[in-house]
């Protein structure tokens, strides 16, 4: 397990301030996987909350 202190420090570099859940990472699946991205190639989807890394 992580210490709370150094994962509220890892949260404080991501730009959007908070962790990832499992929801920001299914929305954006389920968008790959719909006829919305169906003009979308070639590209990577980073859901990282803005944190590059």
């Not at 150094?6 to 299914?26: C, H, N, T, Y």
């Amino acid at each position: 397990a992580l210490d709370q202190k150094q994962v509220d420090e890892w949260r404080k570099a991501i730009p959007l301030k908070r962790g990832g859940s499992p929801e920001d990472v299914a929305k954006a699946t389920a968008f790959l996987a719909s006829d919305d991205s169906a003009y979308i190639t070639g590209q990577v989807l980073q859901v990282d909350g803005g944190m590059l890394t």
